[in-house]
């Protein structure tokens, strides 16, 4: 009787994941033997974390059946979702600085609205306990980040976000990372972005170390590659 051969083990992963994970023991391998290297950067949103929504705004609109049963507004889920746009955007012209926080953008949407600082209060809480809800780890990277710590480098977090340091840590726990708010540098806090390598600088002044002693891991082509090498630092785009 006919039997069928039996098929080779195939690895079932997607090329696009086993691709990555090349990169990544390439780019490990570089920098854990390199012992000029003291310290390792990472991204935060799409590099360790991410939101399950296809563009973060689009996640407002999920605020708003809560912020109409608080007596907070009557805008539809659309309508809510494009003032909490503009108001970033506005608090974007009014700031004389590179970065906002969460709170500027908040004090906008509060004037536009009348709102008191109580209800103020409640709408920003409510947008943070959203992020909280939301929030996932991005797959391999809390163990990726271990080696780097297993094998003797520095840790950090580098983000250009609304959000500040404590706050990012805390969305950060909620994903199993382990940060003191000392190792996260969130442009909120700062008030410099990557984007224009003010904050990269600003973080080496800090910690009174030299761009060839850096490492940075991040997403986006710009604020995470050619920024920090602009200023001497080697960096990968991670995706």
Same mark, same amino acid.
């Given at each position: 009787?006919? +039997?069928? %051969?039996?098929?080779?083990?195939?690895?079932?992963?997607?090329?696009?994941?086993?691709?990555?994970?090349? $990169?990544?023991?390439?780019?490990? @391998?570089?920098?854990?033997?390199?012992?000029?290297?003291?310290? &390792?950067?990472?991204?935060?949103?799409? /590099?360790?974390?991410?939101?399950?929504?296809?563009?973060?705004?689009?996640?407002? %609109?999920?605020?708003?059946?809560?912020?109409?049963?608080?007596?907070? !507004?009557?805008?539809?889920?659309?309508?809510?979702?494009?003032?909490?746009?503009?108001?970033?955007?506005?608090?974007?012209?009014?700031?004389? /600085?590179?970065?906002?926080?969460?709170?500027?953008?908040?004090?906008?949407?509060?004037?536009? $609205?009348?709102? #008191?600082?109580?209800?103020?209060?409640?709408?920003?809480?409510?947008?943070?306990? @959203?992020?909280?809800?939301? *929030?996932?780890?991005?797959?391999?990277?809390?163990?990726?980040?271990?080696?780097?710590?297993? %094998?003797?480098?520095?840790? &950090?977090? #580098?983000?250009? #976000?609304?959000?500040?340091?404590?706050?990012? %840590?805390?969305?950060?726990?909620? !994903?199993?990372?382990?940060? =003191?708010?000392?190792?996260?540098?969130?442009?909120?806090? =700062?008030?410099? /972005?990557?984007?224009?390598?003010?904050?990269?600088?600003?973080?080496?002044? +800090?910690?009174?170390?030299?761009?060839?002693?850096?490492?940075?891991?991040?997403?986006?082509?710009?604020?995470?590659? @050619?920024?920090?090498?602009?200023?001497?630092?080697?960096?990968? *785009?991670?995706?």
């Amino acid at each position: 009787m006919f +039997k069928a %051969a039996k098929s080779r083990h195939r690895n079932s992963r997607p090329v696009k994941d086993q691709l990555k994970e090349m $990169l990544w023991r390439r780019m490990y @391998r570089n920098f854990s033997l390199d012992e000029a290297i003291h310290t &390792i950067s990472f991204d935060v949103f799409d /590099t360790l974390i991410t939101r399950p929504w296809f563009h973060p705004f689009d996640q407002f %609109a999920a605020i708003a059946p809560r912020l109409r049963q608080l007596g907070l !507004c009557s805008m539809s889920d659309l309508e809510w979702m494009n003032l909490r746009h503009d108001s970033d955007r506005e608090a974007r012209k009014r700031a004389s /600085t590179e970065e906002v926080s969460l709170p500027d953008i908040y004090s906008v949407i509060a004037e536009r $609205l009348g709102w #008191t600082p109580q209800q103020t209060a409640q709408a920003y809480d409510l947008e943070l306990q @959203r992020e909280l809800k939301d *929030i996932r780890p991005i797959a391999h990277a809390l163990e990726r980040m271990n080696q780097v710590r297993a %094998a003797g480098k520095d840790v &950090i977090v #580098t983000s250009d #976000t609304y959000f500040s340091a404590a706050e990012l %840590a805390l969305l950060l726990q909620r !994903c199993g990372y382990d940060l =003191h708010p000392d190792s996260i540098f969130a442009s909120a806090d =700062h008030r410099l /972005t990557k984007a224009t390598g003010r904050l990269f600088s600003a973080i080496l002044e +800090k910690r009174k170390s030299h761009p060839h002693q850096f490492y940075h891991i991040g997403d986006q082509p710009v604020s995470d590659g @050619r920024a920090p090498a602009n200023l001497g630092i080697r960096s990968t *785009i991670s995706d």
